[in-house]
């Protein structure tokens, strides 16, 4: 049987956003130690990095399917790819040897500068060798519309075990769903339609016999309809960070001790992400006072431990 799953709103709202100068990619860089991954007369075995990926693949199906448009409401939903191909999504490139960490920062720029192809399911991860110390590393990007900040790491977490993994076992077999005619498309959309007046019906007659909780929704609605829109009135601070961008991305990182940022969290309280924000916060002030800017808008802040 054919199968679809429509985008809902946020995730459509990542689609449009998306232009020449804007990718709505969520995106990470992680380098590791390539151990049993290199291969007796060198480089990394990256036939088996793809075999072990296959054979978890099952658990997040979405990485299997690709965009469909609905006719008539022009909306997206997310399909099984019948074309789709591992060998695409998992790619390898190497670093001239010995590759420091100002050549992967680059080579990671130009990664994310690039669009994914909306006609295959919207993900990459690129596996890089060459790295001096015999590391590699993992460059994953997946687009905002199929998974959050968080959710994008489910992929890494599948990989990734605290001890190396010499035997797996094999993927079970995937087939895919077929892909709806566009006539089941549009038939499915004008049975939506058609059913909004029933369940605009059915809302207004649950509003009638709970007047209070409506009339606490309705104020809750409104609250956050005001906030949007001065948000959207308000005029953002005039500062460096805050100019035309272009197609083109860098990419940079700032290495931490864990053991350390611990030890803030114990003697300060709070939590580990608190201790980063802190520090994220504190750089970007100590941006501005050494370009000279001061942000319009001052906002007083309470902080409370929990």
């Given at each position: 049987?054919?199968?679809y799953?429509r ?73 099984d ?11 390898h490139t ?7 960490e ?14 994914l ?72 959309a ?6 909004t007046p ?27 309809l ?5 948000a959207q ?14 197609p ?29 924000l ?6 970007v002030?100590?941006?501005f ?18």
């Amino acid at each position: 049987m054919t199968s679809y799953e429509r985008l809902s709103v946020q995730d459509r709202l990542h689609l449009d956003l998306e232009d020449r100068d804007v990718q709505m990619q969520v995106a990470g860089v992680f380098v590791f130690e390539a151990g049993p991954l290199l291969r007796e007369n060198g480089g990394v075995d990256i036939e088996r990095v793809r075999d072990y990926l296959e054979s978890k693949l099952f658990l997040i199906p979405r990485y299997r399917q690709r965009l469909a448009w609905i006719p008539l409401e022009d909306h997206p939903a997310w399909v099984d790819d019948p074309s789709f191909n591992l060998q695409y999504h998992v790619r390898h490139t190497h670093l001239p040897v010995p590759g420091d960490e100002r050549q992967l920062k680059r080579l990671v720029g130009r990664i994310f500068s690039q669009h994914l192809d909306r006609g295959k399911p919207l993900w990459e991860l690129w596996v890089v060798e060459g790295l001096e110390h015999e590391r590699i590393a993992l460059v994953l990007k997946v687009h905002h519309c199929m998974v959050d900040g968080i959710a994008s790491t489910e992929l890494l977490q599948m990989l990734l075990s605290a001890e190396p993994q010499k035997s797996f076992d094999p993927p079970p077999v995937w087939l895919p769903r077929p892909v709806p005619e566009s006539r089941e498309l549009l038939e499915g959309a004008l049975r939506r339609r058609l059913a909004t007046p029933l369940e605009v019906g059915s809302t207004l007659l649950r509003a009638v016999r709970k007047p209070r909780r409506t009339l606490a929704w309705a104020q809750a609605t409104w609250e956050s309809l005001r906030l949007a829109l001065d948000a959207q009135a308000s005029t953002v601070s005039d500062t460096p960070l805050n100019l035309p961008i272009g197609p083109h991305r860098r990419f940079d990182w700032l290495g931490f001790d864990v053991a350390e940022v611990k030890r803030v969290k114990r003697e300060l309280g709070g939590t580990l992400n608190d201790v980063v924000l802190a520090v994220v916060a504190g750089g970007v002030a100590a941006f501005f006072e050494q370009r000279g800017v001061t942000p319009r808008e001052q906002v007083d802040l309470d902080f409370r431990v929990a």
